[in-house]
């Protein structure tokens, strides 16, 4: 998707500074066990391209490296080095750089521009734009179709196919009748994010439509539904870093309640020290209004 090779500034625990093209530091990558966990080098492009760094974990050490062309940075020379060295002490005679990358729109948006308009030109590009969605890049290359919330800053709604993308190609006339979407509300600044339903696109832009409209009440709904799937309670130190703010807020607005380091459902009743249990299922749910049952607990 981008080849592009801007200079970049490298610096890691035990090596660099050093600035050095782009594909010379993943040339040394390759050579060296430089990718581990997660970090492998289509992110790094992707991610020197859109956001302008990268940093990750190398067999020596954590690292960042820095895309100093996209933010038109001018280190001292004493940080240029020998083309294709990592540390200095490798490098001998520092060498600067000496071409001046083509300026214009980056190979990252020169893409992305094109996928927007492909989608333009596509029916179900325009049932997504009509419905007030437009595209979002969710990183790595991965495409989601996205709505802001209007009232509540930093929430948004995504939707992509199962392959992290819009489902126009893969879908074609299927688009609107093919099950296969997911659906997440998510806020861009804690990483908060709230799964919906897998489903067809309408069943993923009602649950949308429905969690833009009131964030807080979704994110209790969810809440509630979490706590009903664990017998009604779970320790506080369970609860996954990405629902965390959402307890903490369900708890504060009384739609659950605290008992000895457990969150606990309120309809569920205490058994003995450390276990609590749902009343049983009813056999006439009534839906509260947020696919819960309100005598049961149930999630409809
Ligand atoms: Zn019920």
């Known amino acids: 998707m981008t080849d592009s090779n801007p200079r970049v500034l490298y610096t890691g ?13 993943i040339d040394n990558f390759n050579a060296s066990g430089g990718w581990q ?14 956001r302008g760094y990268y940093s990750g974990l190398h067999d020596n050490g954590h690292y960042l490296a820095l895309n100093l062309d996209k933010f038109d940075l001018q280190p001292g020379p004493e940080l240029y080095d020998k083309p294709g060295a990592v540390a200095r002490e490798l490098g001998g005679t520092p060498i600067p750089v000496p071409e001046t990358p083509a ?3 980056s ?10 308009a492909n ?13 007030g969605y437009t595209i979002a890049h969710t990183g790595g290359g991965c495409l989601a179709w996205e709505k802001k919330a209007d009232t509540a800053p930093h929430w948004s709604v995504w939707i992509c196919d199962e392959g992290n993308g819009l489902g126009i190609e893969e879908l074609g006339e299927a688009f609107q009748t093919a099950a296969g979407f997911m659906c997440q509300l998510c806020h861009d600044e804690s990483g908060e994010f709230i799964t919906g339903p897998d489903s067809t696109i309408g069943e993923c832009m009602s649950w949308a439509t429905r969690a833009l409209a009131d ?9 509630l539904a979490n706590l009903a799937e664990h017998n009604g309670a779970i320790l506080n130190w369970q609860v996954s870093g990405d629902l965390a703010d959402a307890y903490r807020q369900a708890l504060a607005a009384g739609a659950i309640k605290m008992e000895s380091d457990c969150y606990v459902h309120p309809l569920a009743s205490r058994v003995s020290d450390s276990a609590w249990e749902m009343p049983e299922a009813c056999t006439n749910h009534r839906d509260n209004g947020r696919g819960i049952c309100c005598d049961c607990g149930a999630v409809l």
């Open 215 to 223: 964030v807080d009440a979704m994110r209790i709904e969810t809440v």
């Open 103 to 105: 300026k214009g729109r």
């Open 119 to 131: 989608a333009a030109k596509t029916a179900a590009g325009a049932f997504m734009r009509d419905a």
């Open 13 to 25: 625990d035990n090596e660099g500074p050093a600035v050095m093209r782009l594909q010379t530091l």
């Open 107 to 116: 190979a990252f948006f020169a893409w992305f521009d094109e996928t927007n």
């Open 37 to 50: 966990y997660r970090h492998n080098e289509e992110d790094m492009r992707h991610e020197l391209d859109s």
